[in-house]
């Protein structure tokens, strides 16, 4: 499995990104596609996920209503992450992953497969 991660950059407090992930080699159909992130000092921590079907998502409490993650119709391994409102707290490194999208499993500890981690910046 390979993970190809896009997005990220600088922007400014209240302003959106958009974080894309493509996945090849991906077999199973019971597991997800998401992401997770770093903050300096931090553990990693689950941020969202969604599962292979589209009809589960998972986002973690200090992101949801800013944050949709979404498959792509035409590319089902490729997932976006919409990132509106975005604040000074949501700075991290965001890595793209595989794993069983739920609020228990959705974190570094279940994680099956990483990609390559992508900087989101937010500050004014």
Known sequence: VQLQASGGGLVQPGGS???SCAVSGFTRDYL???WLRQAPGKQR???ACISTTGEKTFYADSVAGRFTIVRDDNAKNTVFLQMNNLQPTDTAIYY???GVCSRPYWR???IDHWG???QVT???
């Open 108 to 110: 570094a500890t279940y």
């Open 122 to 124: 937010v500050s004014s």
């Open 45 to 47: 921590e689950g941020v």
């Open 17 to 19: 990104l958009r974080l």
């Open 96 to 98: 793209c992953a595989t």
């Open 32 to 34: 997800g596609i998401g």
């Open 116 to 118: 390559q981690g992508t």
